[in-house]
Nanobody, 126 residues
Framework: QVQLAESGGGSVQAGGSLRLSCIAS????????MAWFRQVPGKEREAVAA???????SYAASVKGRLTVYKDITKNTLFLQMNSLKLEDTAVYYC????????????????????WGQGTQVTVSS
């Protein structure tokens, strides 16, 4: 069983930065594909960024150039560096992992992932 625990959320002014962390435990295989998603009340969960087993990264168009996803395998931790934050980035951010190989085109779909964290709130204000 895999456990994912996010941290690093908070309140920030527009244009500011935050770094989210997701620590994975309960397994030793460092090659799982992992991703960040976000959700606001009343809307569907949407993809933010993903890291494939070979280290390749995928991003939602709305965050390209501002958000960067990376993984520290030695610490079993997935990070999301968030710069130039906008009001529309306000959401609960979730970390996700999948324990099987999936095509890269599937990594920005919530249904691909079978492990989820509890989420961390990010609030961007003007």
């Amino acid at each position: 069983q895999v456990q994912l625990a996010e941290s690093g959320g908070g309140s920030v002014q527009a244009g500011g930065s935050l770094r989210l962390s997701c620590i994975a435990s309960g397994y030793t295989d460092a090659t799982y594909s992992m991703a960040w998603f976000r959700q606001v009340p009343g809307k569907e969960r949407e993809a933010v960024a993903a890291v494939d087993t070979d280290g390749s990264k995928s991003y939602a168009a709305s965050v390209k150039g501002r958000l960067t996803v990376y993984k520290d395998i030695t610490k079993n931790t997935l990070f999301l560096q968030m710069n130039s934050l906008k009001l529309e980035d306000t959401a609960v951010y979730y970390c996700a992992a999948v324990d099987r190989w999936v095509p890269r085109r599937e990594l920005l779909r919530p249904g691909t992932f079978n492990y989820w964290g509890q989420g961390t709130q990010v609030t961007v204000s003007s």
